[in-house]
């Protein structure tokens, strides 16, 4: 069996950036990355608006911490926040180093435009395709440095021995097949769990599979029900139309034309937080100054010029996905799923209670975004926390020998898929069905407006959806480019994550950030100002609880 030095389960920019920083650390170590899409098929190629760092004149990096904590609702460990907003600007320079094409100023320099929850001009940008811009220079450096991946291969497992992780299970789903890649230290930088909630920004592969990875393998999830729903995505498609378009100058208007943000936020407006404009659109819209389910989205007045120039994306969107051209007609948006605050929880070089597994990224919880993410942090975490963690798990396993593994959990994993292959019985019921309708659940209870009556509903149809979810069954049984068989793995992912977030969301009673609860409307920090931490039972999950870091910025 191979065994690597560093395996990193997801190619995206976290997976990547890891890759990258843990061969530059150690040249000549066997660094290999598997991943269940080729790698510029990641969610990270879909990202529009733009990546943080104080690189302004008039920017500081304590001035982003502060945005950062502030924007989180003080729940983010300021450690790791310090970390990431200081780091941030080398960042940034390495990356148009490493070739990433970003809009220009008319002074030539890399140009910034303003996001909500921030005073500032902070977010650098590749017009509205920076994710696309960043990624696809990050995986020309993966090639130039021959970094192998396992492309089209779905990992099923993580292998723990002798109480360490020790590589995974991977299914390869081009040739069909089970094996075990044996590595000193494991990387998850699998991404988010957006497709748990039916009105999603995400890729349909956005399945929370590294957070159940490691959920399995006995490693707490934290702060998981805190879901970022984003305030604009297209109507009735969960496209994402970005918060770069109000940066921009857009307006929002409800039914009767009002710019209805001056009554929720009169000083930030279209740019506050998300979880500000989120709770304004949903309210707009529960008391009857919607437009058929959304609110308005008006560019109009920025002019076709700049439009085409900073938002061509957006337009192409809007066109073909609902049949209107922004430079004449406002947009119709909704707020839809997004981002996962929460995720597996690490310190700040990414490692995990469980030596030899690490994580970094949107499947990781740091924590820098608490309970609420500002724009352009999320695509800044991936760097900073994926080299990060490359350069530690480098560091650790550097003069480790190799150990040999055995095959038990490759029994195990084969065992579990043969028994999925097997299922036979009368419902018929395909995988698809079961995550339709866990989406249906948790869009509907678990939204932006949550109360206990609706949480437990939604806990008692995930229970439910589970026991289901065991026995749908697969039309395809063959071996090559099975994915009947990938949707139903992708499906037990789905379901693990959302009983964590509805247990976070059912014990924290409270409102904050993305977490609004209709029945606690208020902040409580006497009780609240803690982190959840969901660990797996049999029974389902169990919660415990556990300070946050403050450093410099007390809650206000
Ligand atoms: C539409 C959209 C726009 C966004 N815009 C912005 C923005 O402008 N600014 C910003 O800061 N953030 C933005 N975000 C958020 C940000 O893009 C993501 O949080 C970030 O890119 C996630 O990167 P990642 O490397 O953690 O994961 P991803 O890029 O999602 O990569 C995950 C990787 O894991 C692999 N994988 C997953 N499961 C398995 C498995 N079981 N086996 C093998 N491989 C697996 C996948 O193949 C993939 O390679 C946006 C998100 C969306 C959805």
Redesign the pocket.
């Known amino acids: 069996m191979k065994i690597h030095d560093v395996l990193i389960?997801?190619?995206?920019?976290?997976?990547m950036r890891a890759a990258l920083s843990a061969l530059a650390h150690v040249p000549g170590m066997d660094v290999a990355i598997?991943?269940?899409?080729h790698?510029v098929?990641?969610?990270?190629?879909?990202?529009?608006?733009?990546?943080?760092a104080a690189i302004g004149e008039h920017d500081s990096w304590e001035a982003h911490a502060f945005d950062t904590a502030k924007g989180g609702l003080y729940l983010g460990d300021q450690d790791a926040i310090e970390g990431m907003c200081r780091e941030a600007p080398d960042d940034i320079l390495e990356l148009e180093r490493m070739g990433v094409i970003f809009s220009r100023d008319e002074k030539g320099r890399i140009a910034q435009r303003p996001f909500g929850g921030t005073g500032a001009v902070r977010t650098c940008y590749a017009a509205d395709r920076?994710?696309h811009a960043i990624?696809h220079a990050m995986y020309e450096q993966l090639l130039k440095h021959r970094i192998f991946v396992y492309e089209e291969?779905?990992?099923?497992s993580l292998i723990v021995e002798e109480s360490g992780c020790r590589g995974v299970v991977?299914w390869d789903i081009q040739r069909g097949g089970l094996h075990a890649i044996g590595a000193k230290a494991v990387i998850l930088?699998?991404?988010?769990s957006?497709r748990v909630f039916l009105t999603s920004?995400?890729?349909v592969?956005?399945?929370g599979?590294?957070m159940a990875?490691a959920y399995r393998a006995g490693v707490p999830l934290m702060d998981m029900e805190f879901v970022q729903f984003h305030p604009t995505t297209l109507k009735d498609t969960g496209i994402?139309i970005?918060?770069?378009a109000r940066g921009e100058g857009g307006y929002l208007l409800n039914t009767l034309g009002d710019r209805f943000m001056a009554w929720y936020a009169p000083d930030q407006m279209e740019l506050a937080t998300r979880s500000t404009v989120s709770l304004a659109i949903g309210q707009e819209i529960l008391e009857g100054r919607g437009v058929d389910g959304c609110v308005l989205l008006d560019l109009r007045h920025l002019g076709r010029a700049r439009i085409e120039e900073r938002l061509p994306q957006i337009r192409q969107l809007a066109i073909e996905f609902a049949g209107v051209d922004p430079v004449e007609t406002p947009i119709p948006v909704q707020p839809g799923a997004?981002?996962q605050m929460g995720g597996v929880r690490t310190n700040q070089w990414g490692e995990t209670e469980l030596p030899g597994l690490y994580a970094?990224?949107?499947?990781a919880c740091v924590s820098v975004h608490g309970a609420n993410r500002l724009?352009?942090?999320?695509?800044?975490?991936?760097i900073v926390f994926?080299r990060r963690a490359g350069l530690r798990a480098a560091e650790a396993v550097a003069s480790q020998p190799p150990r040999a593994l055995s095959d038990a959990t490759l029994r195990a994993e084969a065992a579990r898929i043969n028994k999925l292959m097997a299922n036979e019985g009368k419902s018929l019921e395909r995988a698809w069905q079961v995550r339709d309708e866990l989406g249906q659940a948790m869009s509907l209870n678990l939204g932006i407006f949550r109360t206990k009556e609706s949480m437990a509903e939604a806990g008692k149809r995930v229970r439910a959806l589970k026991d289901r979810a065991d026995r749908v069954v697969l039309q395809d049984r063959g071996k090559i480019f099975n994915t009947d068989l990938i949707q139903a793995l992708e499906l037990q992912?789905l379901l693990d994550v959302a009983e964590t977030i509805v247990a976070g969301a059912m014990a924290r009673e409270e409102s904050r950030g993305a977490h609004y609860r209709a029945d606690f409307p208020k902040r409580d920090d006497a009780t609240w100002l803690q982190h959840s931490i969901a660990r797996r039972t049999p029974d389902g999950p169990r919660l415990d609880f556990a300070p946050v870091t403050i450093t410099r910025f007390p809650p206000k």
């Open positions: 389960v997801g190619a995206g920019l976290a997976g598997i991943s269940k899409v790698p098929r990641s969610h990270s190629v879909a990202a529009q608006g733009g990546i943080n920076t994710g990624l291969w779905y990992v099923t991977a930088a699998a991404g988010g957006g920004t995400n890729a592969i956005n399945t599979d590294g990875l994402l970005t918060e770069g997004h981002y970094a990224g949107e499947c724009g352009g942090n999320s695509l800044l975490e991936t994926g992912s």
